[in-house]
């Protein structure tokens, strides 16, 4: 969520300017605070787009999970034969095969950190696709509201629950873009 957080800062100013040229009638028949809060959390997270990324994580967190075990388990089996061999081996023939198993465990936890690796940078690209679709959104709240501004609750000291537009956001974006099933490219 922190790598969204550049975005929102640019949304607050745009919202600022877009509220500046908003249409004055609509602005005077929607009584309407000036200023807005959204949680960005819990926006992402409470949405239905959100929802089906945070359950894809699990799924594919537990997935990762148990095939960790699963190599790590074949791989203590494979340490204990070859240390059982050792004693019937020269030492030569031993080195080597104990260098390629040393090879292979290297190779193992490269692979399964790169499948780490690869599940966040498929998390952070979902993130940013669901703010980037749900950013006109909020800027057509912002303007149907006449809201000067809206800032993410973590930034108001004091704010009133009138002033939350997260349920709203939430309601609204998943009208609009629904679970937003199509993947970010892995």
Sequence with gaps: MRAARPLWLAFGL???????????????SIPAQQIYTLDQDRLFGSSAFGMRVLHEIEQRSAAIAQESRQIEAELRDEEQALTDQRASLPAAEFRSLADAFDARVEALRQAQAQKSFDLNAWTEAEQKRFFEAAFPILVTMAEELGAL????????????????????????????????????QE
Excluded: C, K, M
């Design 149 to 184: 501004a809206i800032f993410d609750q973590r930034s108001a000291i004091i704010a009133s629950d009138q002033v939350d537009l997260t349920d709203r956001a939430i309601a609204r974006i998943n009208a609009e873009i629904g679970d937003g099933a199509r993947p970010a």
């Design 14 to 28: 745009i919202l600022a300017l877009a509220a500046g040229v908003a249409d004055q009638a609509t602005a005077q």
